[in-house]
């Protein structure tokens, strides 16, 4: 019979010993990465049990027909944990854990990210040609549950190590993942092609040839039934509203009151044109995050990018938004040839600077389609370089590149930074 060795001697695991004991978890002994606590003993919050606390080597000398039960309650605790153990050389089947939770490949969309929008579900990033789908059919709970049948399936694979659609995907990692957690709770993203939606403007990355084409799609659902619908089959977590202008929907009212009154955690897309009180309402509850594509530095770059002039009124009203002290980003989308120069990057971090909470660094996805030229990485080290001297947070969507280009962007980051880049 296995010997079992529960590893990390704290609190929870003072206070869920005698649930453990019910399940038929009772250790041998304990053993902690706190050198402190070694050869002392371990008892449970009742006093009832007590265990000797050992040093790893030495709990499997003792014992070595043996399993290794994992008691943190934090899945980066339990990650640093599993890693730490197989580095040392235990196998992989000597690991367990108390939680509800496994050591295998995923990826944090594929759990639980819905992409919807014009004419289909998707499970993770919508650039991503493999990724999980379901064609839009009119009955949007029917379309949910069968794409957590495909995620479902996805995951057995993953777990069993057998080839997937999601093999190359560079979110594709070995981590610690809730077990039976697909769909159970979604961040849900609606992107476009909403009836009744539009936008009061004519971005050139949204309005190239590809983009047109997928926004003239209409799936024939509006964003208040397709969030009605959703909250209906599955807790929704998180909101993302990307569907034209928010501000200028025929919904606007009834949209916020439902996020208001379901208390959904909501970012909001928009472009700054009209102030919404609602929305700086929701701010100042710490229930919405507004995030806004501003792109430019400067009046005329910024007229060229979005074909309208307006720049002064959209930075009136993001100081608005900016004094509810909720969360504000803003965005900067590098494009070449247009808004690729220090003027405009130097006058968007000002910007920021006094306005946001963080940045965001994004590219045209329709453009990068080997990789990204030397000027464009010089303006993205550039980027990188006057944020860290206004003490601005960078967050990159990585999501825009592919897995060469981010890798590459990431070192420039980690560089120049000197630290890990945080990925949306």
């Not at 197989?86 to 990826?107: A, D, F, S």
């Not at 379901?134 to 995620?151: A, H, I, M, W």
């Not at 070995?174 to 979604?186: F, G, M, P, Q, T």
Request: hydrophobic fraction near 40%; charge should be neutral.
């Amino acid at each position: 019979m296995k010997q079992i060795i529960f590893y990390g001697a704290d609190e929870w695991a003072a206070k869920k010993l005698g649930k453990w004991a019910e399940q038929g978890l009772v250790p041998a002994c304990f053993c902690d990465s706190d050198i402190r606590k070694h050869y002392t003993q371990f008892s449970s919050v009742d006093g009832s049990a007590a265990y000797e606390i050992l040093p790893l080597l030495e709990a499997i000398r003792r014992y070595p027909d043996y399993d290794i039960y994992l008691t943190y309650n934090t899945l980066q605790a339990l990650k640093d944990t599993t890693v730490y153990l197989l580095t040392v050389g235990v196998h992989m089947n000597r690991i367990k854990y108390c939680q509800p939770v496994e050591w295998r490949k995923g990826c944090h969309d594929l759990d639980n990210l819905l992409w919807f929008g014009r004419v289909v579900l998707r499970a993770c990033c919508f650039s991503s040609a493999s990724a999980p789908s379901v064609p839009y059919s009119g009955n949007l709970q029917s379309d949910f549950y069968e794409l957590k049948k495909l995620r479902e399936a996805i995951t057995e694979k993953l777990r069993n190590n057998e080839p997937t659609v999601c093999d190359g995907c560079p979110h594709l990692r070995y981590d610690i993942w809730k077990k039976n957690n697909v769909n159970k709770s979604i961040r849900l993203s609606l992107y476009g092609g909403f009836k009744g939606e539009r936008c009061n403007f004519k971005c050139c990355y949204c309005n190239s040839q590809e983009n047109l084409k997928l926004s003239q799609a209409d799936n024939g659902i509006s964003l208040l039934e397709a969030i009605e619908q959703l909250s209906s089959v599955t807790e929704i977590t998180l909101l993302m509203l990307n569907a034209g202008e928010i501000t200028i929907s025929p919904n606007v009212k009834e949209l916020l009151q439902l996020v208001k009154t379901k208390k959904i955690a909501t970012m909001l897309l928009t472009n700054g044109f009209v102030f919404n009180e609602d929305i700086a309402d929701l701010m100042r509850m710490g229930r919405a995050s507004v995030n806004v594509s501003l792109d430019a530095g400067t009046p005329e770059t910024y007229a060229k990018i979005k074909g309208v002039d307006c720049f002064e009124k959209v930075l009136h009203n993001l100081a608005e938004y900016s004094s509810t002290g909720g969360y504000l980003a803003l965005k900067y989308i590098l494009l070449e040839g247009v808004n690729d120069n220090e003027a405009d990057i130097n006058g968007f971090i000002q910007i920021a600077s006094r306005l946001a909470k963080t940045v965001v660094l994004s590219f045209d996805t329709f453009k990068i389609k080997n990789q990204l030229s030397e000027h464009m990485l010089n303006m993205t080290s550039c980027f990188f370089n006057k944020a860290r001297s206004a003490n601005l947070p960078v967050t990159v969507d990585l999501n825009t590149l592919g897995p060469v280009q981010g890798d590459t962007v990431k070192s420039l980051y980690n560089r120049i930074q000197n630290t890990h880049l945080p990925n949306l």
